[in-house]
């Protein structure tokens, strides 16, 4: 079956004398077909709207179901691997989200900025490392323009230039370009006066269940960009929002692996918003959709194959705990049980004392002379003082049969 076209590969790939006759009743029947969703909203080059192709409800309907695999191996992880995971997931995708616009951050200063509390200004990423860890809880979606003003907040939180600061302007007073690598403009955002109602026709398409969720989502993530509501920052407000609105209709997980994806294929990820863009287009972002929903995917089955993976580890060391309890205490083996599921998911492999005597049902002294058995035995060894930090050695991983896994 022939793939879904462009109307300007198609305007383009025609060369008839009545091709621009043919353009304006091709794009006319797409808009106007029954099976589109039209979203009411004016962009420069016409309303924006998404036909239905068969290559899109094929990719939304084996997303939906890729995703209940997705779900079902992220469901049968044990608490506590389960809890690293999603930390390290977050963590990954602060910062590479805030690569794609260059800013530059690490794993060890967004997990400061989720140990720290949320009000503490001095710790960078602090209010955008919580928005995502809150994914988690489902938090709803914005209902106002304050409310998007307040997660814009949250995600550019010390690190604007004092020229890209608002102030007590909802939203920028002045006109902004977006300049590529070779210097030319590839994008204009809207005229300042025009940023609040397309902001309330934003929030009116997010809100919109006549439209699927993740088309509805990828639409959004596409207008928001387009309006470029601030000066800075509005790719990474862009990407946390889209997260949230894809965290309703998919699981956390997939929704927190998205930007580690985009990332990875930045250029298709722009070039989607330049089709989108172009004249001849039409404003029909069925192309875009398609792209949002490719990267979707990827994000999907990486994250199934890593979780499979990890499965597979995790039956091995239940296997290994349970020999190992016959010449160890059972308090022993837990303890080694936890330490290996922060190995095998945490971002970092470090056990801390506290989390362990939480973990352990026991107080912290006790879990200190657990941790201290195992630390002269070998089995793990002592990597920070404040908190009292461990971390499997090289003797313990070979005892578990975890050498060279993760």
């Known amino acids: 079956m022939p793939q879904y076209s462009t109307l300007e590969k198609l305007f383009y ?5 009545d091709r621009f006759a043919d353009h304006e009743r091709r794009k006319i029947e797409r808009l106007n077909h029954e099976s589109t969703f039209r979203t ?37 992880l044990p608490v506590i691997a389960l809890s690293a995971f999603m930390r390290s997931l977050v963590l990954d995708e602060v910062v590479y989200s805030n690569g794609i616009e260059g800013v530059h951050s690490t794993r060890r200063e967004v997990e400061a900025a989720l140990e720290a509390h949320k009000d503490d200004q001095h710790i960078p990423f602090v209010e955008f490392a919580h928005l995502y ?30 020229n890209d600061l608002l102030g007590a302007s909802t939203f920028r007073t002045g006109p902004v ?18 940023i609040e109602p397309m902001m309330e026709q934003w929030l009116t398409l997010s809100r919109d269940e006549s439209i699927p969720e993740l088309y509805s989502a990828a639409l959004c993530h596409f207008l928001f960009e387009y309006i470029h509501p601030f000066y800075d920052g509005n790719g990474r407000t862009g990407r946390y929002l889209l997260a949230l609105h894809l965290s309703r209709p998919l699981s956390q997980p997939t929704a927190l692996s998205l930007s580690r994806t985009i990332a990875e ?41 890593d979780l499979e993976q990890k499965r597979a580890l995790l039956e091995r060391l239940h296997t290994r705990i349970d020999e190992l309890s016959a010449v160890m205490s ?77």
């Open 133 to 162: 860890l809150q994914l988690e809880d489902n938090p709803q979606p914005p209902s106002s323009l304050a409310d998007i003003r307040s997660i814009y907040d949250a995600v550019v939180a010390g690190t604007l230039a004092p």
């Open 177 to 194: 370009k977006i300049i590529n690598h070779m210097g030319h403009t590839v994008h204009s955002g809207v005229l300042p006066n025009a």
């Open 40 to 76: 009411g909203i004016a962009l420069e080059n016409g309303e924006l709207f998404l036909a239905i192709p068969h290559e899109l409800s094929l990719a939304s309907e084996q997303i939906l179901r890729r995703e209940r695999r997705v779900s079902a191996l992220w469901h049968a």
């Open 330 to 406: 059972t308090r022993a083996c837990d303890a080694l049980f936890f330490a290996a599921q922060i190995h095998l998911f945490g971002a970092f492999r470090e056990t801390r004392l506290a989390e362990l005597a939480s973990y352990l049902h026991v107080s912290t002294p006790t879990a200190r002379k657990t941790i201290s058995q195992l630390e002269q035995d070998g089995i793990v060894q002592k990597i920070a003082a404040r908190p009292p930090t461990y971390q499997l050695t090289p003797a313990g991983l070979e005892l578990l049969r975890l050498e060279g896994d993760r």
């Open 13 to 17: 790939s025609d060369s008839s004398s």
């Open 265 to 305: 294929n930045k250029s298709a990820y722009y070039k989607a918003f330049d089709v989108t863009e172009r004249p001849l287009n039409a404003a029909e972002g069925t192309h875009f959709v398609l792209a949002v929903l490719d990267m979707i995917t990827q994000a999907q089955e990486g994250l199934i194959a």
